[in-house]
């Protein structure tokens, strides 16, 4: 099994941009796909991005292309989310998942292993 655990969460002004990551323990981080998926106060959880073992192919929410770009270190068994242009309606807990789906996918319940989350915070 793998632990993912995020940080880089906070306060951020609209236009500003934020740096997350997802570093795991346990297992290798490259035995498995990685996806971010965020929920704000009173939402449903939504997919945002995901990335593959390799690195080698990303997926994205419409709501962030262009805005967000999800990387991966497996050396260093960590997974970024590169947030720029933010908006107010990016408010949300923002949490890492590992899953073993053949290809990426966009479906929480492709992935099984879940962090706790982290505060994205977006001001007007």
């Known amino acids: 099994q793998v632990q993912p655990v995020e940080s880089g969460g906070g306060l951020v002004q609209a236009g500003g941009s934020l740096r997350l990551s997802c570093a795991a323990s346990g297992r290798t981080f490259n035995s498995y796909n990685v996806g971010w998926f965020r929920q704000a106060p009173g939402k449903e959880r939504e997919f945002v991005a995901a990335?593959?073992?390799?690195?080698?192919?990303?997926s994205y929410a419409d709501s962030v292309e262009g805005r967000f770009t999800i990387s991966r270190d497996n050396v260093k068994n960590t997974v970024y989310l590169q947030m720029n242009s933010l908006k107010p309606e990016d408010t949300a807990v923002y949490c890492c998942?590992?899953?073993?789906?053949?290809?990426?996918?966009?479906?929480?319940?492709?992935?099984?292993?879940w962090g706790q989350g982290t505060q994205v915070t977006v001001s007007t």
């Open positions: 990335i593959s073992r390799s690195g080698g192919r990303t």
């Open positions: 998942a590992a899953g073993f789906s053949l290809t990426v996918t966009q479906r929480s319940d492709g992935y099984v292993y």
